[in-house]
């Protein structure tokens, strides 16, 4: 009986505290709807909400039902799913790499980006029938189908890897600033450079489908093999004892984190630090255990990438900042630190 009592002692502490999450996310998101050249009251987004989802029936000005449901609600729910995203490829390659300072673009998926977005926008690639997102996306996962290729697939290590994708990084990068040095204008140069800081001020809603489909069965498949995930954290001939057919499993993973990744900066541009930071203060919060970490991951994600999309709108007025600027800012101090430590304990 105590047995049970305290099992479900536990399952209501994190009902409650999954509740408590999810109330601090909504009210973020209801705050970033209402911040702009024309600012809505936090009681006009819920009524409005609550209107469309036919619970309530409030009469409303009709102008700010269309700034909420055509512009600022889309922005901020792809950001938390964004942010989210992020925050799990992180975890995921924090946990294969066993590398405290691994991020998502480690494997180069923002430098080809950055180079199918250039294709489209400068090269003119597509005569127009491919958008920006797509040449980014399929630029993001050429690069990790090279990394794959150069780290022998299932068999390469996580140095190896690591250093292919050291190495995608640097071709890309070459070939985005060749492109922009030889055919670009001015005017296009600086489009490619806003693009690739981050932005959302061009999603809509769908590219919020998209990535809360993307980002929710990320999730979910690896909440299904978080013990393989705890298994690699004790090194790739631990994981392989205990039956975990290591080079499919990094394989399957790093596709997993490539198809989050590349959607995200598919849309809205490479946004540094928040894969990286995010993590390690999950895991400071609940541990290292990813049954735990990898929800944790995606709330906290969620709720940093959102105030950074508040602050970039507010730091300056009359100007909105690329969304990798602000999480930059907040990112080196914390990257500072985890650097310092991994020096220490080195």
């Known amino acids: 009986m105590t047995g049970t009592y305290r ?12 509740f408590a999450s999810f ?65 799990l490829s992180g975890a995921i390659m924090q946990s294969l790499l066993r590398n405290p300072l691994a991020e998502p673009y480690v494997l180069g998926i923002s430098a080809g980006a950055s180079t199918g977005a250039v294709a489209i926008v400068i090269l003119g690639v597509g005569a127009g029938t491919v958008s920006l997102s797509a040449g980014a996306f399929a630029g993001a996962f050429s690069a990790f189908l090279f990394v794959a290729l150069l780290s022998n697939g299932t068999r390469g290590g996580a140095d190896r890897t690591i250093l292919a994708g050291v190495a995608a990084s640097q071709l890309f990068n070459a070939a985005t600033s060749y492109i922009v040095t030889t055919s670009g204008n001015a005017q296009q140069a600086r489009d490619v450079m806003f693009w690739l800081l981050g932005s959302f001020g061009g999603v809509r809603w769908p590219e919020f489908v998209l990535v809360s489909i993307v980002v929710a069965f990320g999730l979910t498949a690896c909440l299904l093999c978080a013990r393989i995930l705890d298994a690699f954290a004790f090194g790739d001939e631990a994981a392989s004892s205990l039956g975990v057919n290591v080079g499919r499993a990094r394989l399957g993973f790093f596709a ?91």
């Open 7 to 18: 099992t479900l002692q536990q399952l209501a502490v994190l009902c409650l505290l999954l």
């Open 23 to 87: 109330a601090a996310i909504g009210l973020i998101i209801a705050t970033s709807v209402g911040i702009g050249d024309l600012p809505i009251p936090l009681s006009t987004t819920f009524y409005a909400v609550t209107n469309k989802l036919g619970w309530t029936e409030i009469e409303l000005n009709r102008i700010h039902e269309t700034v909420i449901f055509d512009y600022r609600l889309s922005r901020a729910l792809v950001a938390a799913f964004c942010g989210a995203g992020l925050a």
């Open 256 to 346: 997993l984190t490539a198809m989050m990744t590349a959607t995200i900066v598919s849309m809205v541009g490479s946004i540094g630090f928040v894969g990286l930071v995010v993590p390690h203060v999950a895991r400071f919060i609940v541990g290292p255990l990813h049954v735990r970490l990898l929800p944790v991951c995606a709330i906290i994600g969620a709720m940093f990438m959102v105030l950074a999309d508040i602050a970039s709108r507010i730091l300056i007025p009359q100007q909105v900042l690329p969304i990798g600027v602000v999480t930059a800012l907040v990112g080196v101090p914390f990257f500072s630190v985890i650097l310092y430590r991994f020096q220490r304990a080195s």
